[in-house]
């Protein structure tokens, strides 16, 4: 079964409590992540993906922010997590982060993403292309995720917990989002680990003028 599908059968709140287990055995803290990566974040802002639809906390007031997500009762889920005053700052997207036609070549100033591109997206690269497609030339790519480990032994745990994953989340626990990331046009300025040994990454990125394609 596609991760597409899966989702569609997932506990809308499953997001929240799945990170708050994760802070309590000290795994991540998204929270602190999100203030220290997002706060006051300006602009158009394109996010991609709601899981929690935690992130509007951090956002400037004066943001315009879109919203996509391919599975409706997310976008729904959102929309009631959201409070009302923030709300009119923004769009609801349905649509794939493969398929980011709704948008015109460099128009956002921010792309950010937590998890989707280790989990959701079925080809990584293809979405990455598209974000950088629609991201200006300063944008500024932000991506919360969990990869690949280097350490033989955390690797030997994600290669054993990765089908429980995939069929419960829908989550690909050893895909290699800095490859990924660099491969689709973007030139890395940061490198976190937030976590989990060297699990729990955010790239910063922006796009490579040396390789425009």
């Not at 050893?174 to 990924?180: G, V, Y």
């Amino acid at each position: 079964m596609s991760a597409e599908l899966l989702r569609n059968h997932r506990n809308l709140n499953m997001y929240s409590k799945l990170y708050s287990i994760l802070a309590f055995f000290g795994f991540i803290d998204l929270e602190k992540i999100r203030k220290k990566y997002l706060t006051n974040l300006n602009g158009k802002i394109l996010d991609i993906g709601v899981g929690d639809a935690g992130n509007y906390k951090y956002y400037s007031k004066d943001a315009k922010i879109f919203v996509l997500d391919f599975e409706k009762k997310m976008l729904s889920y959102a929309k009631d997590s959201i409070p009302k005053k923030r709300l009119k700052n923004y769009k609801f997207i349905h649509a794939n982060a493969q398929r980011l036609s709704k948008f015109k070549d460099n128009y956002f100033d921010a792309v950010v993403v937590v998890f989707i591109y280790c989990c959701s997206v079925p080809d990584p690269v293809f979405a990455l292309k598209e974000a950088r497609r629609v991201l200006k030339d300063k944008g500024k790519l932000i991506v919360i995720v969990h990869v690949r480990s280097k350490n033989k032994i955390l690797y030997f745990l994600q290669y054993i917990m990765e089908p429980f994953s995939k069929w419960i989340i829908g989550s690909d626990m050893t895909r290699k989002t800095k490859e990924d990331v660099r491969e689709a046009g973007f030139k890395i300025n940061k490198e976190i680990t937030t976590g989990g040994g060297d699990i729990f990454k955010v790239f910063i990125a922006v796009p490579d003028k040396l390789d425009k394609k």
